[in-house]
């Protein structure tokens, strides 16, 4: 069964901190996303990550992808109360038609 | 550019009623999931569409689930016989090859059964 499992389950920071979000897994996987979620409304795809060690930037966000792809990162820089939602990693489980596993969930609240 | 649309955004029946979702995806996605997700948690697999056949049912989807996508576009999620246990969000997703683990989701229908 491939797993992901993300840690903190909750943050609350303050606005400006910096932070960081993590997706483990003993599974290796082909790509891993990530996804924002805010209260009442669906999934948004952030970004894809797809090459061993691979790193991404969208703004303020920086995606790190482990060199085994088992594993993912999301670092954030100078939060702002706009980035407060559920961050969701996923990844396409193995098989014919990418089938995909969701992690557990990070709630992060940043606080003005 | 039309995203995934989902219809009612919110549900409240009585226990036992049966009830159905709307899910129109994007227009050129051939795949079609529905995930139920209780607060705080992330998407649970219920089911997957490829064009019109149904490829997949999650074995925790019991009987009283059923899902259709009669001409390869717009997809239906029914529920008999609700339970309480069934309140929850249901997020319909859609997603085009040789992408297709990118997923593109809807608003979700959150449903509470009293």
């Known amino acids: 069964t491939q797993l992901l499992e993300q840690s903190p389950q909750f943050l609350s920071i303050q606005e400006g901190e910096n932070l960081t979000v993590y997706c483990n897994s003993s599974?290796?996987?082909?790509?891993l996303q990530w996804y924002r979620q805010e209260p009442g409304e669906g999934p948004v795809l952030l970004v894809t990550?797809?090459?061993?060690?691979e790193v991404k930037k969208l703004k303020r966000l920086t995606f790190q992808f482990g060199d085994a792809r088992k594993d993912s990162s999301l670092h954030i820089t100078a939060a702002q109360p706009g980035d407060t939602g559920l961050y969701l990693c996923?990844?396409?489980?193995?098989?014919?038609?990418?089938?995909?596993?969701f992690g557990t969930g990070t709630k992060l609240q940043v606080i003005p | 550019d039309t995203g995934v649309s989902q219809d009612p955004r919110h549900k409240i029946t009585k226990r036992g009623q049966n009830v159905t979702f709307r899910c129109d995806p994007i227009s050129e996605h051939n795949r079609l999931y529905w995930y139920r997700q209780t607060l705080g948690q992330g998407p649970e697999f219920l089911t997957y569409f490829q064009n019109e056949a149904q490829l997949e049912k999650s074995r925790l989807l019991s009987d009283r689930f059923s899902a259709e996508r009669p001409k390869g576009s717009f997809s239906t999620l029914e529920i008999q016989r609700t339970e309480q246990g069934d309140s929850a969000m249901y997020l319909c997703?859609?997603?085009?090859?040789?992408?297709?683990?990118?997923?593109?989701f809807g608003p979700g229908t959150r449903l509470t059964v009293t």
């Open positions: 990550v797809v090459t061993g060690g």
């Open positions: 997703a859609s997603s085009l090859p040789p992408r297709g683990y990118e997923q593109y």
């Open positions: 996923a990844g396409p489980k193995t098989g014919g038609y990418q089938k995909v596993t």
């Open positions: 599974s290796v996987f082909s790509s």
